[in-house]
């Protein structure tokens, strides 16, 4: 049985919804003999027929000719399906504006026209009003989760019908949002069938929604001007600047905490960056995927960025990118510990602090000075005024860097959704589309095409 196991293994970590397999063999067959001879494993095909399919493409299609105000929302499963060029074909042809989930950021540049932003928990605000403005949702390989439908679901596109293709069955049935079509299909598979039948059907124009959307964009960035003028680095105009001076050929890796909403709430994607974060469990310590991420890219310049806290889960594997001379750029976003607790212990705890900082118990250690004992480049951004010819100078330096940013304790992360507390200590969401902080309740219905 073990030549079955480890084939078995072999196919499920990289076929349907790819990823790691834990296989443990224990002790006793550990030692045992194999005979050359091994039961092989025989691959499950799926019972769902094609023409079940197509008959569930051609429901999506009349639902998307029916629309006047669709939106697609791409996901990791677009890239899992190796289905990039189908994507860009399909919404090149239908022209519709497109959202991303987090690990899908790279899946469509973010100058292209139909790109509006990325909607969630904590969002651009043009992503957010395209969900609760739009009339039709067509997910695709989105695992459809809190980050991104908000703490309550029911309320995320309250206006629009949803259609979901999602080749987990388990994740299309969870509790969650009102689903109008599910569809259990390879992401792949479902955009060829969509491709055929649209040649046939002539495309409704979107001008007027693309323009909507792209007037949002406009006129939320995510970057506003006083960010430019603080006198430590605030992270959402690092993240910015640093997308701007990245090349298209970069491979992106960002950790969690803070760095994972602000970098992937700002960073302007290029055709042909690849874009990887821990989207699906967001575990702190993420940055060493950098190593891997470089070497199987053939050793194209990585650029890291993750925070203070974060770079100490895995600090050991700094010594794996210097013995290796790997082109990685780390950037430390240094918030003296970790900002997402501390404005949580503000908020909810009345400003009981533990664990957060310095003050409270967390040591945080001389980044310069761990680079040093690595034998790794250290490089200092200790100012606004600094960064761009900083960043110029860990961007060009052959070898691995390691570069502390000196950022804001108290740097608000936003726009967020927001709950209240009440008086028997229970949370309440505010509406999706309502992000804190608050627009003028008039301004706020005059972003709104649908009812509040």
Same mark, same amino acid.
């Given at each position: 049985m073990v030549g079955y196991y480890l084939e078995e293994a072999y196919f499920l970590a990289t076929s349907a919804r790819s990823g790691p397999v834990w296989l443990e063999v224990p002790l006793d067959i550990q030692r045992t003999e194999v005979g050359k001879k091994l039961e092989k494993y025989r691959i499950q095909k799926s019972q769902r027929s094609k023409k079940t399919l197509k008959k569930e493409v051609k429901k999506t299609l009349d639902l998307f000719l029916e629309s006047k105000r669709p939106l697609i929302l791409a996901g990791q499963g677009v890239r899992i399906a190796k289905a990039q060029e189908e994507f860009t074909a399909v919404i090149s042809k239908i022209k519709a504006p497109v959202v991303t989930t987090r690990l899908g950021i790279d899946l469509i540049a973010s100058d292209n026209p139909l790109f509006v932003g990325r909607p969630g928990l904590y969002p651009d605000r043009a992503a957010n009003f395209a969900v609760q403005n739009c009339d039709l949702i067509i997910s695709l390989g989105a695992r459809l989760d809190t980050g991104i439908v908000g703490y309550d679901p029911k309320d995320w596109g309250r206006h629009a019908k949803k259609v979901v293709v999602d080749l987990?069955?388990?994740? #299309?049935?969870?509790?969650?949002?009102?689903?109008? %079509?599910?569809?259990? /299909?390879?992401?792949?598979? &479902? @955009?060829?069938? &969509?491709? !055929?039948? @649209?040649?046939?059907? /002539?495309?409704?124009? &979107?001008?007027?929604?693309?323009? #909507?959307? /792209?007037?949002?964009?406009? !006129?939320?960035? +995510?970057?506003?001007?006083?960010?430019?003028?603080? !006198? %430590?680095?605030? /992270?959402?105009?690092?993240?910015?600047?640093l997308s701007r001076l990245a090349a298209a050929d970069d491979v992106i890796v960002v950790d969690t905490s803070s760095p994972f909403h602000v970098v992937c709430q700002t960073w302007e994607v290029k055709t042909g960056q690849r874009f990887l974060t821990t989207g699906g469990i967001s575990t702190m310590g993420y940055w060493p995927s950098s190593i891997g991420a470089c070497l199987a890219s053939g050793g194209r310049r990585t650029i890291v960025v993750t925070g203070d806290g974060c770079l100490q889960m895995n600090i050991q594997e700094l010594a794996t990118v210097v013995a290796n001379k790997l082109p990685i750029k780390i950037f430390v976003i240094n918030n003296n510990g970790y900002l997402l607790i501390r404005h949580t212990q503000k908020t909810h705890m009345?400003?009981? &602090? +533990?664990?957060?900082?310095? !003050?409270?118990?967390? %040591?945080?250690?001389? #980044?310069?000075?761990?680079?040093?004992?690595?034998g790794i480049l250290g490089v200092s951004i200790n100012n606004t005024s600094q960064v761009e010819k900083k960043m110029e100078q860990v961007l060009s330096y052959k070898g691995p860097v390691l570069c502390d940013v000196k950022s804001p304790e108290w740097q608000l992360v936003i726009p967020r959704i927001s709950s209240s507390r009440q008086p028997d200590g229970s949370m309440i969401s505010r509406p999706y589309e309502d992000l804190f902080p608050f627009l003028d309740p008039a301004e706020l219905k005059s972003n709104m095409i649908t009812e509040l």
């Open positions: 987990d069955l388990e994740e #299309i049935n969870k509790p969650g949002i009102n689903i109008d %079509l599910a569809i259990k /299909s390879d992401v792949g598979d &479902f @955009l060829v069938e &969509f491709s !055929k039948l @649209l040649k046939n059907r /002539s495309v409704t124009n &979107f001008d007027k929604w693309i323009s #909507i959307c /792209s007037s949002w964009r406009k !006129k939320y960035p +995510m970057v506003l001007p006083e960010y430019r003028r603080e !006198k %430590l680095v605030n /992270s959402y105009y690092f993240a910015q600047k009345e400003g009981r &602090f +533990m664990g957060e900082s310095p !003050k409270t118990g967390l %040591l945080i250690p001389n #980044i310069l000075k761990i680079a040093d004992a690595y």
